[in-house]
């Protein structure tokens, strides 16, 4: 029918001048991140869509796995250990959120007591605040409670876990409710009924039809750890992947090609994440916002 068509081809047409503009919008973003990755893999810096600037070499990984900071100055760093801090940060503040969201997401959505609704409002605003807002009020707290010079290292792990976890709750647990609210009641009273606790249900019973809202909490918490800049620059004594590439960028000695894959590198999670996670996006986009 004539009316089915144009209705057909009109659709079409809105999809592709959708597809347009977010391409459009997002290609000064894909330019520069190109230009980052082809940089890692070329003798100089790749600063513009030239061919010629682009010389191929696989040094610069090389030089970055032994931890060869300059080219030519002979400084070596532990890359390997700052790798290693990275994930440490990463994996306790996913580890974190994903505990604490998951229960208080289960305790909003399925425990009927005062000041809920007001304590859901609280959530949406505590996740509008920039970490870098709290940074003054968390460094008074990390100075009343600092340890022995011995214990600092350690503290100082714990303490970037626990402080950018917290900016990541409020958000994880709204998710985390809005899956929770998924489940029909009468799930959860038939196992209460059958004797079991309010945490076995929520372990046993409650968890396992959720894995899509538990697994995108822990990616979300992992990158949030991963990418972190602030807290760790200004509580961790040890160096991650963030705060090396700052140092390396703004010295003088620095080859920046090297810094150009140190780059790539500290990208790696975040692209893997979001081409094996695309489905697992859509599944909060459309089940994870329900209030």
Known sequence: MPGMRDVEVRSRASEALILLVILAVSLPLITGYSL?????FSKSMVTNLDPSSFYPTLMNWILL???RTAQFAGIRVNIWGIVANTLVVALGVSALVTLVG???GYAVS????????????LLILLHAFPGSVLVVGVAFIYR???PPLEYIR???????IVARAAIEIPMATWLMKGFFDMIPWEIEWSAIVDGASRFRVWWNVLLPM?????AAVMLFGFLAGWMDLIYVRTFLVDRTLATFIEANAEAEYAYLPLVAVAGT???????????AAQRLIFTISVSGIKG
Not at 110 to 121: D, T
């Open 36 to 40: 980052l990755i082809l940089s890692g």
């Open 110 to 121: 399925r425990m009927n007591f005062a000041g809920r609704k007001h304590i859901m409002m």
């Open 210 to 214: 959720i894995k899509p809202g538990v």
């Open 102 to 104: 998951s229960l208080t």
């Open 265 to 275: 590198l500290y990208l790696l999670p975040t692209i893997i994440f979001f081409i």
């Open 144 to 146: 009343m409670f600092m």
């Open 154 to 160: 350690f503290y100082s792990f714990f303490y970037v």
């Open 65 to 67: 796995l032994q931890g």
